[in-house]
């Protein structure tokens, strides 16, 4: 079960930060965010070694941002599915988010993965796809302030973990991608580790290795208005890694003019 939280602030210099917390199985071989896709080559994102694709990733030529997440019930591969890592980089194959989900919504086939939940954002726009083993996916665009992304649906309250850390992100300063300490506070926030033993580790952020399961890496993006780009990572769990900056070249300019 991963987690994706977005702060969105329009007509902010910074109005889309995400955080992102990836729970896998801790023998399921990955690489760091790296340009690894030889006909994407303006495509940064964490790479699974063992079906190709990825949970996250970032173009960074158009500015658009896309993860992955499971839906309840549906972890790891089955007979006949298409690998769910190849949905963010059908998403990034378009040059802005909306343009992403209005394609994905019309012409995807859900059938084809076990269920998901991808995010899909730019500095403009955020949304919430959800594809439920069948039809199309259904498409939520989500809306300003803190978003809150788990297995289950946006903000859902009934899910523990966002029950737990939706009041926190909201309750917390923003960041700030442009000071070094900037990213304090969620940093601090993704790193929680706690949990009320009556409810369990369903609700922490930092889930520790549990029966070959807990999170192994963790991600702060920032997308800024001027097309400036942000992205720190933790190759680790984040209550034990630390955050470095990934090296993200392109022109602002030509993000720009490949969006409009």
């Known amino acids: 079960m991963c987690t994706v939280i977005l702060l969105r602030r329009p007509g902010h210099a910074w109005p889309l930060l995400l955080a992102a917390n990836r729970d896998e199985r801790l023998e399921r071989p990955w690489d760091p965010p790296a340009a690894y896709w030889p006909d994407r080559t303006t495509v940064i994102g964490g790479r699974d070694r063992s079906a190709g694709g990825t949970w996250m990733a970032l173009d960074t030529r158009t500015g658009v941002v896309a993860a992955v997440l499971n839906r309840p019930g549906s972890l790891g591969p089955a007979p006949g599915k298409r690998s769910r890592g190849i949905l963010p ?16 919504e019309r012409t995807l086939p ?7 939940n991808v995010v899909v954002a730019d500095s403009r726009a955020a949304f919430f796809l959800r594809g439920l083993g069948s039809g199309r996916p259904q498409v939520e665009a989500l809306a300003e302030g803190i978003t809150v992304v788990t297995s289950h649906d946006p903000n859902d309250l009934t899910h523990a973990r966002t029950r737990r850390h939706l009041p926190r992100f909201l309750a ?59 992205w720190r990572f933790a190759a680790g769990p984040p209550c034990k890694a630390r955050f470095e900056d990934i090296h993200l070249t392109c022109s602002g300019d030509a993000r720009r003019a490949s969006a409009s």
């Open 89 to 104: 980089l059908l998403a990034l194959e378009h040059p802005s988010a909306a343009r992403a989900a209005l394609h994905l």
């Open 110 to 116: 859900a059938e084809d993965w076990r269920p998901f």
């Open 172 to 230: 917390a300063p923003p960041p700030d991608p442009e000071r070094p300490e900037g990213w304090r506070v969620w940093e601090e926030l993704l790193a929680d580790d706690g949990f009320d033993p009556a409810v369990g580790v369903a609700e922490t952020l930092c889930v520790p290795p549990l029966n070959g399961f807990g999170t192994v890496c963790s991600s702060l993006v920032a997308l800024g208005a001027d097309g400036a780009l942000q």
